[in-house]
């Protein structure tokens, strides 16, 4: 059962900028820190940006730090991606997560609840 649903993926050419959006039930959004994966063919998955609904902290994957933007609108149950200055090397399929477990931060394992996914695709 799909509850994390994201939009906004597409194909950019290298310099270009891209919005992801991921909805949640509430439940998840209000008790979970929420963010963005991503996973490239023949690559394991990589955290990309995580967000705490509560306090706002951000935490990003150091290759995108100054590029990409997670946010929140609380009244849509709602996570952003802005992602700008996008490169060939950010190709992947995007993932929106959720979750509250322990363990570093870009662990994988920490988020319990996975969106399907939407692909990205920026050419040079």
């Known amino acids: 059962q799909v509850q994390l649903v994201e939009s906004g993926g597409g194909s950019v ?3 270009g900028s891209l919005k992801l959006s991921c909805v949640a039930p509430a439940d998840i959004y209000n008790n979970n820190r929420m963010g963005w994966f ?5 690559k394991e998955r ?3 940006a995580i967000i705490s609904p ?3 902290s951000t935490f990003y994957k150091s290759s995108v730090k100054g ?3 997670i946010s929140l609108d ?3 149950n ?3 991606l802005q992602m700008d200055s996008l490169k060939p090397e950010d190709t992947a399929m995007y993932y929106c997560v959720a979750g509250r477990g322990l363990g570093a931060m870009f662990e994988p394992a920490r988020y319990d ?3 399907q996914g939407t692909q990205v695709t920026v050419s040079s």
């Not at 991503?38 to 023949?42: A, E, F, I």
């Open 13 to 15: 050419q290298a310099g």
């Open 38 to 42: 991503r996973q490239s063919p023949g």
């Open 46 to 48: 990589e955290g990309v």
């Open 54 to 56: 509560n306090y706002g």
């Open 67 to 69: 590029r990409f933007t």
């Open 74 to 76: 609380k009244s849509k």
């Open 78 to 80: 709602t996570v952003f």
């Open 113 to 115: 609840y996975w969106g």
